[in-house]
């Protein structure tokens, strides 16, 4: 092998001679393979590690770095975090009726924007309208991209360059990139705040109505309680003052629960229907939360209000595509009926299943790891608190179960398991990797006992 004279490190065209790596180009472009060898190279020359000494190793590194390079960065893992909704792993898993409509209606073509009865243009806006009005009573639907655009569409239509009233207590941030303040702002609403942090009342409300005034805002506290020396205003006593100035009141909902969730323990969050029924204008949620849906913003209210927000030019900019349309439809559909959807939408299943039948899974899990030589003392089933995450019912910790994982280095166990071919992801808990099973698809069971297997090995 010809070297590099200064650091030996082979040259491009040697690499690529090696039979080893003329087999990889039977099943990858060349170019692609090229540049994989350079920067192979590139990183021997660099790297604190040894470059590979001879041409198997090469050849190895060659292909690992191939893989990688290939392989999707947006890909599927295993989420035992006990965290149902977790917005940095995709939020809702979606039911098998709205996979198989996202199918139907990704292959060929579809009546998106075409009225078959008619044979003429139709609007990509009646679909899900039906549904959303009949399962929240509203009079009217929109769907757009998240509950984001939802917040910033609304703004926009109402109040761009006029106030937006709202309370300092409800100047929330949701996410890393979702802030009450900077959405409003970006919408052309000027922010007028009232209140205090942990006080708000009627009159704070009232004494910032002016002229100027182009909506009343209320904003869902998702993702934190607030306790203590508190007070703020319920969305049914702001009507009456959004009527007085002759606004719309916005109600920025957030997590999009349609059913009552109570009988499993989950309480204490209002429904959509509740939230319409409260009185608000407009009432805006996410399609990807307790909605168990594609991502999506699902604005229902008055129609007049709602046909000011289809004319709205941002519209079709925050507008969603057909496979987002398919999967919110089927998904929305199964709410007909209850009793099915709580089984039928993997989100809601999770969140109900009894503590149990998760206690049940965890020892079995634990059987087959010691079946593959793992010893009792390092796999355990333990009970553990899952959460709803995705900013609904906060304070929520549901009974569940985990098999816990109890080795030397915990932070190293919990990397391989994060860094396998499907990755697991874990918590750490007391020293001991938690693989809560509150969060994990049952059919997923046997895959995740061998993955841990494996990474124990
Ligand atoms: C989650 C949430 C949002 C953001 O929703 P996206 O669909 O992620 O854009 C906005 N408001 C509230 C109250 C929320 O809970």
């Known amino acids: 092998m010809t070297a590099d004279p200064r650091r030996s490190l082979p040259a491009v065209g040697t690499l690529l001679e090696l039979g080893g790596v003329r087999r990889l180009l039977a099943s990858a472009p060349r170019d692609l393979v090229t540049d994989v060898v350079r920067s192979v190279i590139e990183h021997a020359r660099q790297a604190a590690t040894p470059a590979p000494i001879d041409d198997a190793e090469w050849v190895r590194a060659i292909e690992a770095a191939l893989v990688q390079r290939q392989r999707s960065t947006l890909r599927r893992v295993i989420n035992a975090t006990g965290v149902v909704l977790h917005t940095n792993l995709g939020r809702a898993p979606l039911a098998t009726a709205a996979l198989d409509a996202v199918r139907v209606v990704a292959q060929g073509f579809s009546t998106l924007e075409y009225d078959v009865v008619t044979g003429t243009r139709g609007s990509r806006h009646v679909h899900c309208t039906a549904l959303l009005t009949e399962l929240t009573g509203a ?29 300092r207590g409800e100047l929330v941030e949701i996410g890393g990139s979702f802030r009450v303040p900077d959405i409003m702002a970006k919408s052309g609403a000027r922010l007028v705040e009232v209140g205090t942090t942990n006080r708000t009342h009627t009159d704070d409300y009232r004494r910032a109505l002016s002229t ?26 702001l009507v009456p003052i959004a009527a007085e100035g002759g606004v719309p009141l916005l109600h920025d909902f957030g997590s999009g629960l349609l059913l009552d969730l109570s009988p499993w323990g989950l309480t204490g969050e209002p429904s959509a229907r509740d939230a319409v029924k409260a009185g608000a204008s407009l009432v805006m949620m996410s399609g990807d939360k307790m909605l168990g849906g594609p991502q999506a913003g699902i604005i229902v209210g008055k129609a007049d209000l709602i046909g000011a927000l289809r004319r709205n030019p941002l519209a079709r900019a925050l507008r969603v595509d057909k496979l987002t349309l398919a999967a919110l439809e089927a998904t929305l559909a199964l709410y007909r009926d209850p009793a099915h959807a709580v089984t039928a939408i993997p989100a809601l299943a999770m969140l109900t299943t009894p503590v149990m039948a998760l206690e049940a899974r965890a020892s079995n899990l634990v059987a087959m790891l010691s079946a593959n030589g793992v010893p009792s003392r390092v796999a355990r089933v333990a009970r ?5 995450g995705g900013g609904a019912f906060p304070g929520a910790r549901i009974p569940s179960a985990a098999i816990t994982l109890d080795v030397a280095s915990p932070e190293l166990l919990e ?43």
């Not at 005034?213 to 209320?218: D, E, K, N």
């Not at 874990?426 to 990797?433: E, L, N, P």
Request: net charge negative; with cysteine.
């Open 415 to 457: 990397a391989k398991l994060r860094g396998g071919m499907v990755p697991v992801v874990a918590r750490i808990t007391d020293g001991k990797v938690i693989l809560d099973l509150r969060s994990v698809c049952p059919e997923l069971d046997d895959e995740l006992g061998a993955l841990v297997a494996r990474a124990l090995a």
């Open 384 to 388: 553990t608190e899952a959460t709803v």
């Open 212 to 237: 100027r005034t182009g909506a009343l805002v209320s904003v869902h506290r998702s993702n934190f309680t607030l306790e203590g020396f508190v007070a703020s205003v319920p969305v049914r006593d």
């Open 139 to 167: 009079e009217d639907a929109l769907v757009v991209n998240n509950c984001a655009a939802a917040l910033v569409l609304s703004l926009n239509t109402f109040a761009d360059g006029r106030d937006a009233i709202i309370s």
